[in-house]
């Protein structure tokens, strides 16, 4: 079973991020205000309310060794919260948009972070020691349209964005004084700050969800039609592979290793992408209970046997009937638009992850990387 | 962006050329009665990618005249390959938008079968495709 725990948080979440042992989580409930959870004594209680922001809160993310918060929101600001002593204690950074922040990302060294904006423009900030300031220095150039998503490459200085412009673009973020410039091979070491990389053309309409594979050779991203789109050595030769879903389209995406890729998006039901030994992705299965009550209203050859089915467990076990129907509806009952790797210090092949979306919960997925991938499921 | 202009100039009348044979091909094979060949022969070559309208008429006046003809919907997918599916989900929805009864009736009548096939996501890119057009 994929959905291990699911919590009904509020109405509609626009985001959510963890901190860094997981025994808290936080998340904006549609409105200006971060809701910070812990789990105590079994029990999910609100410990924290984060308030600062005069508009919604569109993107959270919690450093995981320097235990802050950054949050940005439509009113074009971003706030870095710092824990000291039980209180949260917020520092204005000034973006300089004049559209709102649409999301935001720590850098993996956690000295920087991103953030989309719907002013064509992407920020990259950082800290200076000397005047105690978050400082945002903008890539103004490039972007056509609002920046949906953005993906720091695991070397802290190349970072993915997808636009409503419908194109994925690599840029190199190298801020003088805060990087080092040992990255070791080749290609990127003399990039200035802001210079493009690559430009992806592949969706023909708006893009979202960029992610880069753990080691950063693979990059992959979502459009609005319905499709999504895998880039290998994105920074020497760029090979694309392009997928057509059969369903709607994805919000977001989530790589669970080199090979295995979790979409989420309009069906509410997060979908596995493998790779196979070649590198050729494919879609694999989706993760919940496929809902059955929709497709047996067609009145189609493929509903009237799924129907059958159905109705023959019914008649054989009792039990059964529970199963199905409880599931009918699926863990999440609305557009999920978010999606968090749960980190776990123990070597294990079960990975875990947490997604949200509009309908205000906050699921909790297992995927036992060695046995349920394979797994025949429903399509 | 220039070089795509000029090349729209060069090849229009190429275009119109390619889909008059592509008309002519269409109605013998109607005469050996293999419409669903006719119609994979209509859709073949689209010109999706040029914004001039008289091209994507006349092309749709071929898809239009090989779609007609397709008595049984069944029969027809499953002698259609996948790769056809988003092309031809356009051209419904071209079909659907001239209000015309019969034509309409067709359309709707083929959309019911394949989007049973082809799912949500095919109508989807056809409808948030505004570069390649029909």
Known sequence: ????????????????????????????????????????ADKWEKVHVLYKH??????????????????????????????EAS??????????LNRAALCVQWSPKENKFAVGSGAKTVC??????????????????????????????????????????GKCRVFCTFIKGVDKRDLGEGSSNDLKFGEQIAQLDLSVTWAFGVRWSPSGNTLAYTGHNSMVYFIDDVESSPSAQTLALRDLPLRDILFLSERVVIGVGFDCNPMVFTADETGLWSFVRYLDERKVA???????????????????????????????????????????????????????????????GLDGKIVIWELDNSIDIQQPGYR | MAEEGFLEVENLEAIITRIEQKSRK????????????????????????????????????????AMMAIKDVDA???????????????????????????????????????????????????????????
């Not at chain 1, 509609?12 to 105590?40: G, R």
């Not at chain 1, 490459?153 to 409503?164: D, I, K, W």
């Not at chain 2, 094979?29 to 070559?45: H, I, R």
């Not at chain 2, 010109?47 to 239009?64: F, Q």
């Open chain 1, 124 to 165: 990259i900030c950082y800290y200076e020691q000397e005047n105690n300031w978050w400082v945002s220095k903008l890539i103004r150039k490039k972007h056509n349209s609002s920046v949906t998503s953005v993906a720091w490459h695991p070397n802290n200085v190349l970072l993915a964005t997808t636009s409503t412009d």
């Open chain 2, 26 to 65: 269409i109605e013998s094979l109607l005469k050996q009665s293999k419409p669903v060949e006719a119609l994979k022969t209509a859709l073949e070559g689209s010109p999706l990618k040029t914004r001039d309208e008289r091209c994507k008429s006349a092309n749709w006046i071929v898809v239009h005249r």
């Open chain 1, 54 to 83: 005069d508009q919604i809160i569109s993107g959270i993310d919690w450093s995981v060794n320097s235990n802050k918060i950054v949050t940005v929101s439509h009113d074009r600001n971003s706030y870095v919260w710092s824990q």
């Open chain 1, 294 to 356: 929709p497709t047996s209203s067609k009145g189609s050859q493929f509903s009237e046997a799924l129907g059958k089915l159905y109705g023959q467990s019914k008649q054989s076990t009792s039990n059964d009937t529970v199963e199905p129907s409880k599931f009918r509806g699926g863990a999440h009952a609305n557009c999920i638009t978010c999606i968090v790797l749960l980190r776990r210090s123990a070597a294990t092949t079960v990975k875990r992850f947490s997604t949200s």
């Open chain 1, 87 to 96: 209180e949260w204690v917020p520092t204005l950074v000034i973006l300089r």
């Open chain 2, 76 to 134: 027809m997918f499953s002698s259609l390959d996948p790769e056809y599916y988003d092309i031809l989900m356009k051209y419904l929805y071209r079909g659907l938008a001239t209000g015309d009864r019969p034509t309409c009736d067709q359309c709707l009548r083929i959309h019911e079968k394949l989007t049973e096939r082809a799912g949500l996501g095919c109508i989807l890119r056809s409808l948030a495709d505004t570069v390649n057009t029909v």
């Open chain 1, 1 to 40: 079973m994929a959905a291990v725990e699911i919590h009904q948080f509020a109405e509609c979440i626009t985001c959510h991020a963890w901190s860094p042992d997981q025994s808290m989580i936080a998340f904006c409930p549609n409105n200006t205000e971060v809701h910070i959870y812990k789990l105590l």
